[in-house]
């Protein structure tokens, strides 16, 4: 059937028994571009079993070995940037440069994992009874990391390389096997990836790549049997997966509304090239990016206008020219965004761009004095638009922070460190940064969420030992 890309199951590419194909729309085009395999219930099953079947003689290969291949799948993903960079601009209309940066970032990811396996999880602890209580030195405690077994890894659409091998990494390292589901629109991207690992020779059956529409076999994945562990980057599908969810650990990163807190003593050149960096790269389509924008009263006027001179020279187009602003991911996207807007129009909020939308092309948009009635100063509109709301107090900047479902990452730009020290303190996100946009790299940094934006912490380290449990054997003497 030509022109369907293959699943890949068993070390194999295949055609799915179902005979039918899920298409994925070119952002740009609004047209078809590629067509992936619609998987079964049983294709999924029998992956699910040859997962279980691999991770078995994985788990007892040594670690070196195992970080070896994936040293030599990190340099197979970085010779073939290029044609998977084009995917991501065909799929998700990436702007050309950033889809490669994606690509190489994700190799340096598999590297930098395989080096941190081989340091971590070559080390256990060696314990003492006599610490506790009534006991004796006569046993002794030690522990080891072993694998949790089939890790289940489903990124989603922004970074589809990138946050599936941010998954897929740390659990080989650790000894695990690896179901990816990957997003739709990413889903060719994710399976020349996935090729890339194939051709680094990993056993057959260890990876598999299981594509279809989340509605026909998302559940019945996540809440397969055969699955030991979820790691989720997306929406508010996170949410549903972890109350369907077995006995498993759970890894989510879900959604943000990531807070931008600018004081007065702010240097504001540095402000607002930050805030259009982390408001409108990727046209806003990240999870960190800068989606409110607090500032103090005093310097609101001043601000606006330096973010407004800075907007005014995105440059707005099709991913292939390597435009600022691409179209977002999808037609209803658009329109989500478009619903977002027209209730801060209708609500009051000072437009200081002109609002222009052609296809799911949307002009960059910044909302000014927008209030707390309106659905964009709590909703993530994961799009170029950006609302300000002008604050009188620091207090009020960190109430509306903390008054969000969201508590994904959070920035203040104040030149006193003191300052910044204790807002970052009061600040109820999983991370704060310091006169810089929200941002999860360098990948090896911790990255988590409080409340609706995840469970767990990620990044590299975290991730391995996520993907881990702990195993003791105590040596009793007579
Ligand atoms: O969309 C969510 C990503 O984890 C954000 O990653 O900060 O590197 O864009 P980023």
């Known amino acids: 059937d030509g022109d369907v890309y293959k699943y890949y199951s068993e070390g194999e590419w295949k055609t799915s028994s179902s005979g039918k194909s899920v298409s994925i ?4 085009t609004r047209k078809t571009q590629y067509k992936v395999q619609a998987c079964t219930q049983e294709e999924v099953n029998k992956v699910m079993e040859t997962a279980k079947f691999a991770q078995k003689t994985w788990a007892k290969t040594p670690l070196w070995k195992r970080a070896e291949l994936l040293h030599k799948a990190a340099a197979i993903l970085k010779e073939h940037k290029a044609p998977i960079a084009e995917c991501l601009v065909k799929e998700i209309a990436k702007p050309a440069k950033d889809a490669v940066t994606e690509v190489v970032r994700s190799g340096d990811l598999v590297s930098y994992c395989a080096e941190e ?61 690896l179901v990816l589901k990957p997003p739709t629109q990413g889903a060719v991207a994710a399976l020349h990836m996935v090729h890339c690992f194939h051709l680094a020779g990993f056993p057959k059956g260890l990876i598999s790549c299981i594509t279809g529409k989340g509605s026909e076999i998302g559940d019945f994945l996540t809440m ?11 929406g508010d599908t996170g949410i549903s997966i972890s109350k369907k969810a077995g006995m498993v650990p759970l890894q ?4 943000g509304k990531d807070a931008c807190l600018i004081l007065e003593d702010a240097d504001l050149d540095l402000a607002a090239a930050n805030i259009v960096k982390g408001g409108f790269s990727y046209s806003g389509q990240r999870c960190t990016a800068v989606k409110v924008v607090l500032v103090m009263e005093s310097v609101a006027d001043a601000l606006v206008e330096k973010v407004k001179a800075k907007v005014a020279k995105l440059t707005v187009g099709p991913p292939e020219d390597d435009s600022d602003i691409t179209p977002v991911v999808s037609e209803s996207s658009a329109n989500f965004i478009e619903g977002l807007v027209l209730d801060a129009k209708q609500k009051g909020a000072t437009f200081c761009q002109e609002y ?7 002009w960059p948009l910044m909302l000014d004095h927008v209030q707390p009635e309106m659905r964009i100063a709590w909703e993530e ?30 920035c203040v730009f104040t030149k006193d460190i003191n300052k910044a020290m204790v807002i970052s303190d009061a600040m109820e996100t999983g991370t704060v940064q310091i006169n810089s946009a ?3 790299g360098p990948d090896h940094f911790p990255f988590q969420g409080l409340r609706d934006s995840g469970i767990g912490s990620q990044g590299v380290t975290n991730s391995i030992i996520m993907m881990t449990k702990v195993k003791s054997i105590v040596i009793n003497l007579p």
Do not use: W
């Open 25 to 28: 729309v070119n952002p740009t």
């Open 117 to 177: 396996g081989v340091r971590i999880l070559g080390e256990g602890k060696y314990l003492m009874p006599d610490s506790f209580p009534g006991n004796e030195r006569t046993k002794y405690c030690l522990t080891s990391k072993i694998p949790l077994g089939v890790v289940l890894a489903i990124p989603p659409f922004n970074y589809p390389v990138n946050l599936a091998v941010s998954k897929i990494a740390p659990a080989l390292i650790a000894g695990n096997s």
């Open 252 to 255: 989510m990163e879900l959604g």
């Open 356 to 362: 222009k939308r052609e296809g799911n092309l949307i």
């Open 381 to 410: 509109p994961f799009g170029p638009v950006l609302p300000v709301i002008r604050i009188n107090s620091i207090e009020e900047g960190i109430h509306h922070c903390n008054a969000s479902n969201f508590g994904l990452q959070g």
């Open 438 to 440: 929200p941002a999860r």
């Open 224 to 234: 397969h049997p055969g699955v030991n562990c979820i790691s989720f980057t997306g």
